[in-house]
């Protein structure tokens, strides 16, 4: 019997490895020295001059970035349907209201129009998602927001190194980007996130809630004389800062992003010449001047196809090919649909997609034999 293909896999080396190790041996294994070289390292990848905040999760980033913004209950926060749940959820543990909206049917990215329509005088930060790791039309949000006075955060979590126009995701005129480490995303450090901005004032709040809603401000102004055992507390903060043992992790998937990325596109290019001639709906690549990630392959059958697709991940797992669905939409899931009153009807975009849609493997562990087996069932199921 042939190996069973995962959808994802990390790619974690010897590097990794030795810098975990040697964390652990010098005793100092919460945040401190690796956590903050990673933190230099990622903002000096993203090399625009913005800060760059270690997080132990992509979701307390997200978290991190609405406290900071002054969301709280009266607000409305926009997110496409077509998430996971983190990216809504952020905004309820503050007590503000989400505002579902559809997606665009070939991008799969949040729809603008859609945005401009759900504005209204209580819409407090657009949240878009940059889905499978394709930009959204970053420019016409950000022109939507300004005009309104409203914020952007930037669900990043698939899209590192993503460009648009020329710019990579984190340093656009966005007011804070969020980006994930999580074990299936580009790179990862098990757990973990970097939430990044341009401004002080944004940067500072969120340094100090990751952490106890602790403020270092009385060390900085009189490190000789305050006693190390001092700390003032501004506000009831979160836990969120990130490890040392994880930001070791980290420090070297960053150092590999760009092969780990060329790995993607030579991944992605050749599903795209293989399986054009099939009744699929393939993704769409970045727009010239873009980069997209590839976080995730998403096809859709298309509805001439008789098998359903249910049925179709069924057989891909009964050939040993491991694959996901990305996502059940927000507005089919209880506590959303309940909550909001939602219905599939207000989402067609993004319903019929889901209907369609399964993740297929893509990962820089894959070999071309393991593609080559992916693209030979997908093959015989379609042909
Ligand atoms: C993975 C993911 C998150 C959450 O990331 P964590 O680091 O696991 O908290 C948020 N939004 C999207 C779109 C994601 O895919």
């Known amino acids: 019997m042939t190996k069973f293909l995962p959808f994802a896999l990390p790619e974690i080396g010897e590097e990794e490895i030795q810098e975990v190790v040697e964390c652990l041996r010098s005793g100092w294994v919460t945040t401190g020295p690796k956590t903050k070289q990673f933190e230099q390292d990622f903002a000096a990848y993203l090399g625009d001059g913005g800060e760059a905040i270690a997080v132990n999760s992509a979701t307390a980033g997200l978290h991190l970035a609405l406290e900071a913004l002054g969301v709280g209950p009266g607000d409305e926060v926009i997110v496409p349907t ?16 989400l505002v579902f909206v559809d997606v665009d049917p070939i991008t799969l990215n949040i729809d603008v129009p859609a945005v401009k329509a759900a504005i209204t005088s209580k819409t407090k930060v657009i949240m878009p998602v940059h889905y ?15 005009a309104h006075g409203v914020k952007v955060v930037e669900d990043a979590a698939h899209a ?16 804070i980007t969020v980006f994930s480490f999580y074990a ?4 990862t450090t098990g757990e973990g996130g970097m939430v990044v901005t341009k401004d002080p004032a944004l940067a500072k709040r969120m340094k100090i809630m990751r952490l106890h809603g602790i403020s270092k ?11 190390s055992w001092f700390y003032e507390i501004v506000a009831p903060g ?6 040392d043992i994880a930001s070791a992790m980290g420090i070297h998937q960053l150092r590999k992003i760009d092969r780990f990325l060329v790995r993607r596109q030579q991944l992605a290019k050749r599903y795209a010449e293989e399986l054009a001639g099939l009744p699929l709906i393939l993704p769409a690549d970045a727009p010239a001047g873009g980069t997209h990630s590839w976080h995730l392959y998403v096809i859709r059958l298309r509805e001439d196809v008789s098998i359903g697709r249910d049925a179709f991940i069924q057989a891909l797992s009964d050939r040993g090919i491991g694959t996901s669905v990305h996502y059940v939409p927000l507005h089919r899931q209880p506590y959303w649909r309940d909550t909001y009153g939602l219905a599939p009807e207000q989402f067609p975009h993004a319903d019929a997609a889901y209907r369609a849609m399964l993740s297929i493997p893509l990962y820089t562990k894959m070999s071309d034999e393991d ?3 992916v693209i030979q069932a997908l093959k015989e199921l379609l042909c």
């Open 132 to 146: 499978a790791g394709l930009a959204c039309d970053m420019d016409a949000l950000l022109e939507l927001a300004h």
């Open 371 to 373: 593609q080559t087996r």
């Open 238 to 243: 979160f836990k969120y800062n990130l490890t």
């Open 82 to 97: 077509l998430t996971f749940t983190a990216t809504a959820e952020v905004a309820r543990y503050l007590g503000a209201e």
């Open 184 to 187: 299936n995303k580009t790179m």
């Open 217 to 227: 401000d009385a060390f900085d102004r009189f490190t000789s004389k305050t006693p």
């Open 160 to 175: 590192f190194p993503t460009s648009y126009k020329g710019r990579l995701i984190g340093t656009l005129d966005s007011d």
